[in-house]
Nanobody, 122 residues
């Protein structure tokens, strides 16, 4: 059974940092892009960042550019999201995703994690 399991979420003050992890099991994802999305209460799930299979290419939503860094360790089958200078508007459930079917900014991925809550207090 293929699973993506996020961890590292929590409560942090504005300006603080968190590092999210997404551990994959059941298969390897070292040949496919992986991404982070987030969903705030009452809003649609939105794209945050993507990384290609080898980790050379990355792309970020404008709202997180310069503050978040996506990375991956294929040997560990794990995806990361380093989040710095957090803002209250970053509060959301963060999801990792693997294997996009179309444009990587869309929510059309074959595999999703269950999400981890990030709450940023002002």
């Amino acid at each position: 059974q293929v699973q993506l399991v996020e961890s590292g979420g929590g409560l942090v003050q504005a300006g603080g940092s968190l590092r999210l992890s997404c551990a994959a099991s059941g298969r390897t994802f070292d040949s496919t892009p992986m991404a982070w999305f987030r969903q705030a209460p009452g809003k649609e799930r939105e794209f945050v960042a993507v990384i290609n299979w080898i980790g050379v290419f990355t792309y970020y939503a404008d709202s997180v550019k310069g503050r978040f860094t996506i990375s991956r360790d294929n040997a560990k089958n794990t995806l990361y999201l380093q989040m710095n200078s957090l803002k209250p508007e970053d509060t959301a459930v963060y999801y990792c995703a693997a294997q996009p079917r179309t444009d990587f900014r869309l929510r059309e991925y074959n595999y999703w994690g269950q999400g981890t809550q990030v709450t940023v207090s002002s």
